[in-house]
Each structure stands twice: as structure tokens, then as C-alpha cells.
């Protein structure tokens, strides 16, 4: 399944992998080098430790690779009529006011407004239109929204 993200959001990424695959590695080498000076492998628990690094490190690694390689790149719609992924919203509810913008799961932030599309929030305003009003169950019980605007 890809990965929506938007175009700083895959630059974030791409850096957090580089210096996964630069100076993260390095600095672990370099434990197990330390950890294998002091003798005994097998009950080195300096060595088990920079193994296990190493392991978690490496699978990170492999997550961010297939995040980036499988990325569909989020670009503002222009005078869109319904709501997509990259869309922000102004909606109103019992709540009051509030904006949300519609992101991938890895950039979701519902403290921020950003809000997932696969979310049962971001999946009840996609291709809504402003005027709609969605109903949305939550906890606390149903919440109505209604769209004023999208941008």
C-alpha cells in the first residue's frame, strides 16, 4: 500500500535514512568493535547489546527504504471542488471551528490537525464537497462536521 507523504514530510524521511545508513551504522561498528576487545562474545552483554542496536537499526533501515520507495508524493490541489489527500479543511462543529488538512498515516498529528486518510475521520471527508456535512462516530458518540471551506 503507498505511503502518502508530503514533499517535506519524504525529504524528512530520506534524511532520517541517510543518517541511518551514515553515522548510525558507524557508531554501532564501532561498539562492536569495542564490545569484541573485551574477549569473551558470549558473555559479552556490551556485545549483545550493539547486536540487538544493530538489528533494530538495520530493520528501521528497511522500513524507511520501502516508506520512500512506495511514496506518492502529496501536492496541493488546485481549486479542488472535494476533498483529497492534501486538502485542508475548515469545518464547524459543536467544537466550534477547526482546520484539518488531510495527510498520510506517517505524517498524522491529530494535536496539529493533521489528520490521516486512512483515519475514519480522514475516510468520512474524502470527496466530500464544502456545504456537506458529515457525521462521524466517535467515543463520545456521533459528531456532525460540516464543511465550509477547502483549500
Known sequence: MPEYLTPEALERLK????????????????????????????ENAEYQEAKEAQSLVEANIQELEEIVRE?????????????????????????????FTIVGSEEADPLVGKISNE?????????????????????????????LKIR
Open 71 to 99: 511514496a506518492v508524493v502529496i501536492t496541493k490541489p488546485a481549486h479542488a471542488k472535494a476533498v483529497q489527500i492534501g486538502s485542508t479543511i475548515e469545518v464547524e462543529s459543536s467544537h466550534g471551528r477547526e482546520t
Open 15 to 42: 534524511r532520517e535514512l541517510e543518517k541511518l545508513k551514515t553515522v548510525t551504522r558507524q557508531e554501532i561498528a564501532e561498539r562492536l568493535e569495542t564490545a569484541k576487545a573485551l574477549g569473551d562474545l558470549s
Open 119 to 147: 483515519s475514519p475521520m480522514g475516510q468520512a471527508f474524502l470527496g466530500r464537497e464544502a456545504g456537506d456535512t458529515v457525521a462521524i462516530k466517535t467515543p463520545g458518540g456521533e459528531e456532525r462536521y460540516r464543511i
